[in-house]
């Protein structure tokens, strides 16, 4: 039985070796499935994630440049072309599912396809962390929900009773799973986000960052499990953030 700090360290859950360990077992779990042309599993024949991937390596130097010198402008320029490449990558992982990803000035919306339109994943001030966030979601959703407005969720402010709180903390446990093994992909930092900043109730006892904790291990442990949409995505970052960059 595993036992946890209050604060559960992420960053040990993915280590380069295990990322590459997971891409394997993703690209097997595939290979015996008939994907349609335009499912894009396979990198290396798609020319627009080819470029996805060049691209990624320009970021890695200008990454390395950031973190020798850390000015606000440069800092700044790479999140936002960090962010660029992630719209590029979603979007052409996904076309064929008539869905694309943008930036949004104010809180995350997804608008469902209507009147010809795809469907819209507009993620919360064009944060890269916000875009992983709001992917994860989708890639929970199934297509009944993504029929509807912010998936059918409800959604109460930051200031939550303790109820509210713990329905939200339920519902958000996968999605923020899949957020967190996307970021680690990337090569970033995770925190779980309980979004209750003004609780007037005691939080010590929320095993929320335990709960996300286990489940990003259960799909480390049991990739098949994974949402089909996060298995595409996934192998797709692993594949360009990890396999190629060690």
């Known amino acids: 039985m595993n036992v946890f700090n209050d604060k559960p360290d992420f960053s040990n859950l993915l280590s380069p070796l295990e990322a590459k360990i997971l891409l394997q077992r993703l690209t097997t779990l595939t290979s015996s499935v008939n994907t349609s042309s335009t499912d894009s599993w396979n990198l290396n024949n798609n020319q627009c994630l080819e ?72 993620f919360a001030h064009g944060f890269f962390a916000s875009a992983l966030h709001e992917m994860s979601h989708w890639c929970v959703a199934g297509e009944a929900r993504r029929r509807l407005a912010d998936f059918g969720y409800w959604y109460a402010p930051d200031g939550r009773t303790a109820a509210q709180q713990q329905a939200f903390e339920r519902v958000e446990i996968k999605p923020q799973a899949l957020e967190c093994l ?36 259960q799909y480390i442990a049991k990739p098949n499990i994974l949402p089909r949409d996060a298995k595409t995505l996934l192998h797709a970052l692993l594949s360009v953030c990890i396999a190629d960059s060690k």
């Open 51 to 122: 470029d996805v991937k060049s691209e990624w390596q320009r970021l890695e130097r200008l990454a390395a440049i950031k973190s020798l010198d850390g000015t606000p402008s440069l800092v700044n320029k790479y999140e936002q072309a960090a962010t660029d490449w992630l719209i590029q990558l979603f979007n052409n992982l996904f076309a064929h599912q008539n869905v694309t990803l943008v930036r949004g000035q104010g809180e995350p919306e997804y608008f469902p396809a209507q009147n010809k339109e795809p469907a819209k994943i507009e």
């Open 182 to 217: 996307f970021t680690l992909a990337c090569e970033r930092s995770f925190e779980v986000s309980q979004d209750n900043l003004f609780a007037d109730f005691d939080t010590s006892n929320s095993t929320f960052a335990n709960d996300v904790y286990r489940q990003v291990q």
